[in-house]
């Protein structure tokens, strides 16, 4: 399949927010990370005059969604107890209400309890699940209660221990197995709007990451949203023999690839960059 076949050529929808979140062109999921540990220095906000300021540059540079997260998924991460994620994301989805009403914003959470708050009393319109389930059980539930867009992602493990799961025969025929399931279970309890996420980082080696991307048209498969995160990973920088910071350009390169392969939502630190990187990839293969 060729990258004119594949790049703006699934035109899904997702009911999202009272309204319809198209796909005729790739979105941009700008990151918010209410963390003090999160793997990118750069993306660490804990205080509401950061927060906003995040929240508006994003935005003002092209943002479609803004995720919010509050629990360091890094790799080796002990994690937070759910009244500490609850206050982080309290404190910054107020701000953000109240400065852009009509924003649409997903929250990076694993926990049922923590998704029904967030939806009822800040009215979050995505929930993005990093372990797609498999943290608790009663996610699909709550999801399929809630009726707001849900973010599948794979990973094994937790981000404790995820990189001790790391082993696969054929990593993406593993993943497509795994979200065939979860599809299933989904679709029975009539959640429809799914984005499924590969999970790149997630109980990967950077070597599976490569192969993830090498195939990721495999993905559209399913028909559903593909949504990529690789802004500023360890897949890019150690390659590089660099770090986070110093990994924008590689980020954009790898966005470039997953574009010409049909990503639907790029979830990203540099908003500016990625719009740029959509504008010209689709200015190569559209016209």
Same mark, same amino acid.
């Given at each position: 399949?060729?990258?004119?076949?594949?790049? %703006?050529? *699934?035109?899904?929808? /997702?009911?999202?927010?009272?309204? $319809? =979140?198209?796909?005729?062109?790739?979105? +941009?999921?700008?990151?918010?990370?209410?963390?003090?540990?999160? %793997?990118? *220095?750069?993306?660490? /906000?804990?205080?509401?005059?950061? $927060? =906003?300021?995040?929240?508006?540059?994003? +935005?003002?540079?092209?943002?479609?969604?803004?995720?919010?997260?509050?629990?360091?998924?890094?790799?080796?991460?002990?994690?937070?107890?759910?009244?500490?994620?609850?206050?982080?994301?309290?404190?910054?989805?107020?701000?953000?209400?109240?400065?852009?009403?009509?924003?649409?914003?997903?929250?990076?959470?694993?926990?049922?309890?923590?998704?029904?708050?967030?939806?009822?009393?800040?009215?979050?319109?995505?929930?993005?699940?990093?372990?797609?389930?498999?943290?608790?059980?009663?996610?699909?539930?709550?999801?399929?209660?809630?009726?707001?867009?849900?973010?599948?992602?794979?990973?094994?493990?937790?981000?404790?221990?995820?990189?001790?799961?790391?082993?696969?025969?054929?990593?993406?025929?593993?993943?497509?197995?795994?979200?065939?399931?979860?599809?299933?279970?989904?679709?029975?309890?009539?959640?429809?709007?799914?984005?499924?996420?590969?999970?790149?980082?997630?109980?990967?080696?950077?070597?599976?990451?490569?192969?993830?991307?090498?195939?990721?048209?495999?993905?559209?498969?399913?028909?559903?949203?593909?949504?990529?995160?690789?802004?500023?990973?360890?897949?890019?920088?150690?390659?590089?023999?660099?770090?986070?910071?110093?990994?924008?350009?590689?980020?954009?390169?790898?966005?470039?690839?997953?574009?010409?392969?049909?990503?639907?939502?790029?979830?990203?630190?540099?908003?500016?960059?990625?719009?740029?990187?959509?504008?010209?990839?689709?200015?190569?293969?559209?016209?």
């Amino acid at each position: 399949m060729s990258p004119k076949d594949t790049f %703006f050529s *699934h035109k899904q929808s /997702l009911y999202c927010g009272g309204r $319809i =979140l198209d796909f005729s062109q790739p979105r +941009i999921m700008g990151i918010l990370n209410i963390t003090t540990d999160s %793997f990118y *220095h750069g993306s660490r /906000l804990m205080d509401t005059e950061g $927060i =906003l300021k995040s929240a508006n540059e994003m +935005i003002s540079e092209g943002a479609d969604i803004l995720d919010v997260g509050a629990y360091s998924s890094r790799p080796g991460s002990g994690g937070i107890p759910a009244v500490e994620e609850i206050r982080r994301l309290e404190m910054a989805l107020d701000i953000i209400r109240k400065t852009h009403p009509d924003m649409l914003i997903s929250v990076d959470t694993f926990r049922p309890e923590i998704a029904r708050r967030v939806v009822n009393d800040f009215n979050v319109n995505m929930i993005n699940d990093i372990s797609g389930g498999d943290m608790d059980p009663g996610m699909f539930d709550t999801v399929a209660g809630l009726q707001v867009p849900y973010v599948m992602m794979h990973m094994k493990g937790k981000p404790s221990d995820m990189q001790e799961h790391a082993r696969y025969t054929d990593v993406v025929k593993e993943i497509i197995l795994n979200f065939s399931e979860k599809l299933r279970q989904l679709n029975k309890l009539g959640v429809n709007d799914i984005i499924i996420d590969p999970g790149f980082g997630f109980a990967k080696t950077i070597e599976h990451n490569y192969q993830i991307l090498k195939q990721l048209d495999a993905f559209h498969i399913f028909n559903q949203p593909l949504m990529v995160g690789l802004s500023r990973k360890s897949m890019i920088y150690q390659v590089l023999g660099s770090n986070p910071s110093d990994a924008l350009n590689g980020s954009t390169v790898l966005h470039a690839i997953a574009l010409m392969k049909g990503a639907n939502i790029l979830r990203v630190h540099d908003v500016k960059e990625a719009r740029e990187t959509i504008k010209l990839v689709g200015k190569t293969f559209i016209q």
